[in-house]
């Protein structure tokens, strides 16, 4: 059984950063794409950042409205992805969810993804 595990959701105020983690088991992460998700209030789900697959680029990809600010990146021997958050700004409040894809390479829209982690809150608030 697939299980992912989010961790490091919280408060923050602007200008500050979060760690996000998302640890896997139950599937070996090196040969899948992974992606960061958030749903903030009255907002539309939205993919945040995706990284593919260590078999294959490993490449990342970045929604324009967090480029430059967060970074995408899995540490394959421990079966984890992370979601480092610099420069919040309080338009990232929200939900956040990781996700696997079965697949080496997945864009942005949440279908391409089969596995999804329980949600963290992120608040960016002064």
């Known amino acids: 059984q697939v299980q992912l595990v989010v961790t490091g959701g919280g408060l923050v105020q602007p200008g500050g950063s979060l760690s996000l983690s998302c640890a896997v088991s139950g599937i070996i992460l090196v040969y899948y794409a992974i992606g960061w998700f958030r749903h903030a209030p009255a907002k539309e789900f939205e993919g945040v950042s995706c990284?593919?697959?260590?078999?294959?680029?490993?490449?990342?990809y970045y929604t324009d409205a967090v480029k430059g600010r967060f970074t995408i990146s899995r540490d394959n021997a421990k079966n984890t992805v992370y979601l480092q958050m610099n420069s919040l700004k309080p338009e990232d409040t929200g939900v956040y969810y990781c996700a696997i894809s079965s697949e080496a390479v997945a864009g942005l829209e949440f279908y391409e993804y089969d596995y999804w982690g329980q949600g963290t809150q992120v608040t960016v608030s002064s």
């Open positions: 990284i593919s697959s260590s078999s294959s680029d490993g490449s990342t």
